[in-house]
């Protein structure tokens, strides 16, 4: 998963839908929560996520609500997923 700054509007729609993975940085843009108080744009899988539990269907919704598509999900094989 990736956030891509230059799309990211700071529309917040990932941070109500998975508010333990995204939050909004000082620029007004997305960022995600990894384990150890790190924040960035990614790329992150799963397994570095602080919420580890979050189900992908969530991450997956919280992608889909973005409204520029600024995050993309691959799965594990780099397969881009979403957009």
Request: negative net charge; aromatic residues 4%; proline residues 6%.
């Amino acid at each position: 998963m990736t956030v891509d700054r230059n799309l990211c509007i700071g529309a917040a729609s990932c941070v109500v839908a998975a508010p333990t993975v995204f939050e909004l940085d000082g620029e007004n843009k997305a960022v995600i929560k990894k384990q150890g108080g790190a924040k960035d744009s990614g790329p992150a899988g799963k397994e570095e996520l602080e919420d580890q539990a979050i189900p992908y269907e969530t991450l997956l919704a919280a992608a889909q609500s973005c409204p520029t598509k600024a995050i993309i999900i691959v799965d594990e094989l780099g397969n881009q997923i979403y957009p």
